[in-house]
C-alpha cells in the first residue's frame, strides 16, 4: 500500500520535543521526505533521503526511520515552529508522489 | 538565489479551462524535474503531476489524469500546467516545485502558490 499515515495534531510545550511519526508499509522501502508549512506560507523541505537536513534548516530538527514508521523531531521547540507538517515518499512503482495526511503542530 | 513564481490562477466555471505558469530563476532549470502540488482549503497537500528534465518522463496524479497537462520550456525557464474540465475539486493554491535532483526526488524549493476557484 502506498498510503502514509500520520496523527492529525501534535502538541508540545515550548522548550519539549515534538515527534511526529509516518507509518506505511512503503515506509523503509522508499526515501521519506518531510516538509513544514505555516499558514499563509509555501512549504519549506525540512528533511530529506529520511534524515538529512537542508542548509538552513536547524539542527533542531532531524529525521530517523525504523522499519515502518519515520519520525521527525523537533528539539526544543519554538513557537515559530507551529505548522503542519508532511511526510512524503515516492510509491513504488516511481509515479507518483505519496503525502501523508499531516501533522499539526501546536506548541502550548 | 532560486525563485519560482507562479501565474495564471484565478476563478474558473466548472468545465472551463486555465493554465498555470511557473517562472524559474536562480539555478540551471534544465538539470531538474519540475512539479506540480497543490492543496485545496482544509486539507493536506496532494501531488499533481511532475516531469522529468526533458520531458521524457512524464506522471500524473489519477485525480488530475486525463484532464491536465504538464510541461516546461527549458529556453523560457517556465513550467506549465495545463487545466481542462475543471472541477470545483479542483479548488486550491497550486505549487510549483523543483525537484531536489534530475530524477524523482524531495521537493527542495516551492514558488508562493496560485489560486485556482472553480466556482459557477
Known amino acids: 500500500s502506498n498510503v502514509l499515515t500520520q496523527p492529525p495534531s501534535v502538541s508540545v510545550a515550548p522548550g519539549k520535543t515534538a515527534t511526529i511519526t509516518c507509518g506505511g508499509d512503503i515506509v523503509g522501502t522508499k526515501s521519506v521526505h518531510w516538509y513544514q508549512q505555516k499558514p499563509g506560507q509555501a512549504p519549506r523541505l525540512v528533511i530529506y533521503y529520511d534524515t538529512d537536513r537542508p542548509s538552513g534548516i536547524p539542527k533542531r530538527f532531524s529525521g530517523s526511520s525504523s522499519g515502518n514508521t519515520a519520525t521527525l523531531t523537533i528539539s526544543r521547540v519554538e513557537a515559530g515552529d507551529e505548522a503542519d507538517f508532511y511526510c512524503?515518499?515516492?510509491?513504488?512503482?516511481?509515479?507518483?508522489?505519496?503525502f501523508g495526511g499531516g501533522t499539526k503542530l501546536t506548541v502550548l | 538565489e532560486v525563485q519560482l513564481v507562479e501565474s495564471g490562477g484565478g476563478m474558473v466555471q466548472p468545465g472551463r479551462s486555465l493554465r498555470l505558469s511557473c517562472a524559474a530563476s536562480?539555478?540551471?532549470?534544465?538539470?531538474?524535474?519540475m512539479h506540480w502540488v497543490r492543496r485545496a482549503p482544509g486539507k493536506g497537500l496532494e501531488w499533481v503531476s511532475g516531469l522529468s528534465w526533458n520531458s521524457g518522463t512524464i506522471v500524473y496524479a489519477d485525480s488530475v489524469k486525463g484532464r491536465f497537462t504538464i510541461s516546461r520550456d527549458n529556453a523560457k525557464n517556465s513550467l506549465y500546467l495545463q487545466m481542462n474540465s475543471l472541477r470545483p475539486e479542483d479548488t486550491a493554491f497550486y505549487y510549483c516545485?523543483?525537484?531536489?535532483?534530475?530524477?524523482?526526488?524531495?521537493?527542495?524549493?516551492w514558488g508562493q502558490g496560485v489560486l485556482v476557484t472553480v466556482s459557477s
Open positions: 516545485a523543483k525537484s531536489f535532483s534530475s530524477g524523482w526526488a524531495s521537493f527542495d524549493y
Open positions: 512524503q515518499v515516492w510509491n513504488s512503482g516511481g509515479d507518483a508522489a505519496v
Open positions: 536562480g539555478f540551471t532549470f534544465d538539470d531538474f524535474s
